[in-house]
């Protein structure tokens, strides 16, 4: 079974640290990975997408990367912000033409 | 502006009274999708569409109908609701070719009481 899993589920850091956030994933043939975000009763924003033949993708302050051997994904954040504290998902598509998400991790940036 | 729009944003119905949430997007997409959020289950596909009328079961269809007449609408729909269909429900949709990035709907919240 196909399936995607985010832990820890919560996570708080001090404003101005780096931190990693991961994302495991049970099928290596894996077509892509995307991360988003969730603000509390929001939608869904897309932060980054990385498809099977990357290894990495950046945008601003955030990197996201894909190892599929390992059947792991990491979102880094730089310098976080309180301005971070969402709930962030990652969602696999395995080629099937769906999305399998993780149930996320909440994290919390402590001014 | 290249967006996915559902309406409502927020419904409270009763047991049994036939809704209907839509969903329109703008990029001439041909993947649509349909999702509900549900506390500690996280994001499950209800149902997809590859196309215009081709439409397939996702993992918790039970209770919903879908249908997809024009390349931009793909409506959902509950014929019977039932309180276990209170949930948070997310629209789709993605270009099968070209990066397959999905891009989401603002959602809306339903309440069955």
């Known amino acids: 079974k196909q399936e995607v899993t985010q832990i820890p589920a919560a996570l708080s850091v001090p404003e101005g640290e780096n931190l990693v956030l991961n994302c495991s994933f049970t099928d290596s043939a894996i077509y892509n990975l995307q991360w988003f975000r969730q603000d509390p009763g929001k939608g869904l924003t897309s932060l980054l997408l990385?498809?099977?033949?990357?290894r990495e993708q950046t945008s601003g302050r955030l990197n996201a990367s894909l190892d599929k051997s390992s059947g792991r994904s990491t979102l880094y954040i730089a310098a976080s912000q309180p301005g971070d504290s969402a709930t962030y998902l990652c969602?696999?598509?395995?080629?099937?033409?769906?999305?399998?998400f993780g149930t996320g991790t909440r994290l919390t940036i402590i001014p | 502006e290249a967006q996915v729009t559902q309406n409502p944003r927020y419904l409270i119905t009763v047991t049994g009274k036939k809704l209907t949430v839509t969903c329109s997007q703008n990029m001439n997409h041909e993947y649509m999708s349909w999702y509900r959020q549900d506390p500690g289950l996280g994001l499950r596909q209800i149902y997809y569409?590859?196309?215009?009328?081709?439409?397939d079961k996702g993992d918790v269809p039970e209770g919903y109908k879908v249908s997809r007449k024009e390349k931009r609408n793909f409506p959902l729909i509950l014929e019977s609701p039932s309180p276990n269909q209170t949930s948070l429900y997310f629209c789709?949709?993605?270009?099968?070719?070209?990066?397959?990035?999905?891009?989401f709907g603002p959602g809306t919240r339903l309440t069955v009481l």
């Open positions: 969602a696999a598509h395995f080629g099937n033409e769906k999305l399998t």
């Open positions: 569409s590859m196309n215009v009328e081709v439409t």
């Open positions: 990385i498809q099977s033949s990357q």
């Open positions: 789709a949709s993605m270009k099968r070719e070209g990066g397959n990035e999905q891009f």
